[in-house]
Structures are given as structure tokens and as C-alpha cells.
């Protein structure tokens, strides 16, 4: 098919290969780096996004899912491609099958990857353990432990390759929960070393450990421990900075201060406008007619709907670009349409470009004006964009 309706997203993938050495100069000169692509590259498409890590140098790829996983190898081969959210009864030997590398933490998951492992005839499997350092998500605790570490045993195909931990709080300006947090990573590698085992990767800290200046602190607890250090980037990636609560006060790290100045966002989201019509003083204008005319209008109806991942709390309460000017969403976002005040926007016609999320002319509508909207956060917004926008690459 060759044109489709009117509502897609842009990647500008050089934009998110930069992104990557950017991060790679903040991780430097200990951290390694692993590009986070889950959920179809946080909504920019796994597709374009993992072979432009690819091209960036990266080595090492994270997604949620086998599944994901599967998806991962195919576009990129020769990566190490993590499937952080475990595997599920019965997806071991695909995990095996495509060269994935499991994160683990419950028995049930390594009995089902040693029957992968010998039902495929291949030699080892190389996994990473999750310890819970304070999330109370997936990892395993320190009375866990230690069931888990005689599962490593001579007689088993899984090596212990990696032990990661999730630092939940690092976008906290204070950094005490991350401070904690580390402490208790180095107890738990203790407690791998006295039961006779080494593992090569220490996997800790997101984008906003990373912004925040943590990779030296990360890279020195993993050299104490002759251990590598591998950090996993998500949102910066694309070019997000993240924002700190409370705000850092009088003094941001350098490495926050810098990475507002170049991570480039990666993604803008377009629609066109489908029709414009004048209206009289009193009309109603979509489902519950929420929104009344009280003067003569122009209406401009766009091809995006809350169906395509605009939220629908944004109606009457939001604005998108068009001709650089930003045109109010009035009444309520249908499910595959929503209507946009033009009045003061001078010549707007049938085809027109419509910007969603990115700039114009000088104006811009950024991820986080779309996440306090919908009072959520840019994660939620990229991840929602609707699997029928079609995702295009551009330069
Ligand atoms: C999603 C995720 C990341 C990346 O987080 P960002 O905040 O997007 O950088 C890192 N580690 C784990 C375990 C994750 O689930």
C-alpha cells in the first residue's frame, strides 16, 4: 500500500545513534553500555532503533520479553540482546534457539532453562542474576540466595554471567536510596564470592543514574570486585533528559547540565488535517458536545485519535501545531479523530501537516507537555503511541 491515512511518527535515527555516543562519553572510560529497546524501542520501533544502536557501537541490547528477544535478533544479529522481564514456562528454547540472554531470580526460571539448554544440545547458557536491592519487583532476595547460588553448580549449564539490580529512585536529586541500594549490591556480591562464584558484569543504574554522574561510582564497586560495570540507558537514548525530584537545587551535575544541551529527542509524531469547516455561533462540537461555540469558528478535523495513543484527557485542554501556530484540541479526542480550533490560524486547508509531539516553525510540543496533560510520564506517552501509526525513518 502506498499512502495510508495521515498519522505517523518520524525517527530521525542519526539523532539516537548520537544519543548513544553522548552516553557512551558519560560512561567512559569503565561502563560499558546497554541500549534499552523494550517495548518496541520505548514506542520509536525496534526496527530502526536497535540496528542504530548497532551502528553506534553498542554491544549489548535490553528487552522486556522472549518474544522481544526473537524480534531483537532478527534485526541485529551479532547483539547480546538481554531479556530483562524473564522467561515464562515454555519460552526457554526459543531463548535458547535465538542466543538470548535471560535475567533470572526464581527456581522455576532456571529449571526451565536447564531443560532448554539440554533439550536444544547446546554446552551453557550465560544468565544474569537479579538481586532485589529494595524494589520489591523481580530479583531475589538475600535468603533466597543462597538456594539460587547451588544452582550454579559443576553439573549445570548456566553460567553465571551477570548480576544485575534496578535502581529505583536514582531520578531522587538527594541520592540516598541509590547510595543504599549500591551498599547492599556490594553485600550481595559478597555473598556470591564467599559461595565460590565470580561473575563478570556488574549491570546496575538507568538513564537517570547515568545523568546524574553515577557510572564512576558504579564502574569502582564493580572494580572491587573485579567485576566490568554495564549500565542500561532507556529514555535518554532517546533523547530525553531525565527531570529529578525535588529539582537539583543550586548545583546539577555536569553530566546533567550536558545532557540537556545534546541528547536530541528522536521522535515527532504528524498527523494532516483532513477538512476545515466554518461553523456558526452555538455549535456543538464532539461526543457530549463538551464544547460550544460562542462565536463564529474554523474547525479543523485531524486523522489522530486517542486509538493512535493521544490521550483522550487531553480534549479542550491542549494544543498541536499547525502552520507553526498552536491550534486548541476542542471537545472530546474520538477514538480516530479530533478536532482542532483554527480560527485564528489564517489559510489552514485539507492536507496541511499537523505536529503532535515536536517542532514547527520555532514552536515545540514536547514529551513531557504531553505527559503532564495526561498526567503521566514520557515513558507512558512514547509506549502508547498506537501500533497502527506507522513508524518512518528519516534522516
Ligand atoms: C526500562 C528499564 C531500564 C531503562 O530505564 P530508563 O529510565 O528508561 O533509562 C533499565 N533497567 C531496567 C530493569 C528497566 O526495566
Same mark, same amino acid.
Given at each position: 500500500m502506498t499512502q495510508t491515512r495521515p498519522c505517523?511518527?518520524?525517527? %530521525?535515527?542519526r539523532s539516537f545513534e548520537e544519543n548513544y555516543?553522548?552516553? =557512551?562519553? *558519560?560512561?567512559? #572510560?569503565?561502563?560499558? *553500555? *546497554?541500549?534499552?529497546?523494550?517495548?518496541?524501542?520505548?514506542?520509536h520501533g525496534l526496527a530502526l532503533c536497535a540496528p542504530a544502536a548497532?551502528?553506534?557501537?553498542?554491544?549489548?541490547?535490553?528487552?522486556?520479553?522472549?518474544?522481544?528477544?526473537v524480534a531483537a535478533r532478527a534485526a541485529c544479529p551479532a547483539a547480546r540482546v538481554l531479556v530483562i522481564g524473564g522467561v515464562y514456562p515454555g519460552q526457554g528454547v526459543d531463548l535458547v534457539r535465538h542466543q538470548l540472554t535471560p535475567v533470572v531470580w526464581d527456581p522455576v526460571q532456571i529449571d526451565e532453562l536447564e531443560s532448554a539448554v539440554r533439550s536444544v544440545g547446546d554446552k551453557a547458557l550465560s544468565v544474569h542474576l537479579e538481586i532485589d536491592t529494595g524494589m520489591s519487583r523481580q530479583g531475589v532476595d538475600s535468603q533466597g540466595l543462597t538456594q539460587i547460588l547451588q544452582r550454579f553448580g559443576h553439573d549445570s549449564p548456566l553460567r553465571l554471567e551477570g548480576v544485575m539490580t534496578h535502581l529505583f529512585a536514582a531520578d531522587e536529586a538527594d541520592g540516598r536510596v541509590t547510595d543504599d541500594q549500591l551498599r547492599r549490591t556490594g553485600d550481595f556480591i559478597n555473598q556470591i564470592e564467599a559461595a565460590g562464584i565470580h561473575a563478570d558484569l556488574l549491570n546496575v543504574g538507568n538513564s537517570a543514574a547515568l545523568l546524574a554522574g553515577q557510572a564512576p561510582v558504579i564502574a569502582a564497586l564493580?572494580?572491587? %570486585?573485579?567485576?566490568?560495570?554495564?549500565?542500561? #540507558?532507556?529514555?535518554?537514548?532517546?533523547?530525553?533528559?531525565?527531570?529529578?525530584?525535588? #529539582?537539583?537545587?543550586?548545583?546539577?551535575?555536569?553530566?546533567l547540565l550536558e545532557s540537556n544541551r545534546k541528547l536530541k529527542p528522536v521522535l515527532?509524531?504528524?498527523?494532516?488535517?483532513?477538512?476545515?469547516?466554518?461553523? #456558526? =455561533?452555538?455549535?456543538?462540537?464532539?461526543?457530549?458536545?463538551?464544547?460550544?461555540?460562542i462565536e463564529p469558528m474554523r474547525l479543523a478535523l485531524i486523522a489522530v485519535g486517542y486509538a493512535d495513543g493521544l490521550d483522550r484527557r487531553l480534549g479542550n485542554r491542549f494544543s498541536l501545531l499547525v502552520r507553526g501556530n498552536k491550534a486548541p484540541l476542542i471537545g472530546r479526542v474520538s477514538m480516530d479523530q479530533a478536532v482542532l480550533d483554527v =480560527?485564528?490560524?489564517?489559510?489552514?486547508?485539507?492536507g496541511?501537516?499537523?505536529?503532535?509531539?515536536?517542532?514547527?516553525?520555532g514552536e515545540r510540543i514536547s514529551v513531557f507537555d504531553h505527559a503532564e496533560a495526561a498526567g503521566t510520564i514520557p515513558w507512558e506517552i512514547f509506549t502508547r503511541i498506537g501500533s497502527r501509526v506507522r513508524r518512518v525513518e528519516t534522516q
Open positions: 505517523w511518527v518520524e525517527i %530521525h535515527t555516543r553522548f552516553l =557512551t562519553g *558519560l560512561a567512559a #572510560p569503565d561502563v560499558e *553500555l *546497554l541500549a534499552v529497546v523494550k517495548a518496541d524501542a520505548y514506542g548497532m551502528r553506534a557501537g553498542a554491544r549489548w541490547l535490553g528487552v522486556t520479553s522472549v518474544e522481544e528477544g564493580a572494580a572491587r %570486585h573485579e567485576m566490568k560495570a554495564l549500565m542500561r #540507558p532507556g529514555l535518554a537514548l532517546y533523547g530525553i533528559a531525565s527531570s529529578y525530584y525535588p #529539582p537539583f537545587a543550586s548545583a546539577p551535575p555536569p553530566s515527532s509524531w504528524k498527523s494532516q488535517v483532513t477538512s476545515v469547516r466554518s461553523v #456558526p =455561533t452555538g455549535t456543538v462540537v464532539g461526543y457530549n458536545g463538551t464544547f460550544v461555540a =480560527t485564528d490560524i489564517p489559510d489552514v486547508c485539507a496541511d501537516d499537523v505536529i503532535i509531539l515536536g517542532q514547527q516553525d
